[in-house]
Nanobody, 116 residues
């Protein structure tokens, strides 16, 4: 599975952005998809996950502000980010995990910068 993430950019505090992650194949059979982010000097952290059944989970830092979703017809996962804060500044990566056969796939990152 090849993943391409895009939609990052520069936004002011309180603004919104929507990230997209387009897959090279259908995503309805991918067991788990998710978004990670990595800020300068920090470890990569999990932001949100979306399972094949539609269950979602969010990190405490983004809960209530970010929403992960997918459009199976477009083979695309989204991350709607609202009420952005400077601490959300990071490179955002999308990922896909399949259980059978087992595999973990990463897209290239997309930079999100939130100015204060």
């Amino acid at each position: 599975v090849q993943l391409q993430a895009y939609g990052g950019g520069l936004v002011q505090t309180g603004g919104s952005l929507t990230l997209s992650c387009e897959a090279s194949r259908n995503i309805f059979s991918i067991d788990v998809m998710g978004w990670y982010r990595q800020a300068p000097g920090k470890q990569r952290e999990l932001v949100a996950t979306l399972t094949i059944s539609g269950s979602t989970r969010y990190s405490d830092s983004v809960k209530g502000r970010f929403t992960v979703s997918r459009d199976d017809a477009k083979n695309t996962m989204y991350l709607q980010m609202n009420s952005l804060e400077p601490d959300d500044t990071a490179v955002y990566y999308c990922t896909a995990v399949t259980f059978s056969p087992g595999g973990t796939y990463w897209g290239q990152g997309t930079q999100v910068t939130v100015s204060s």
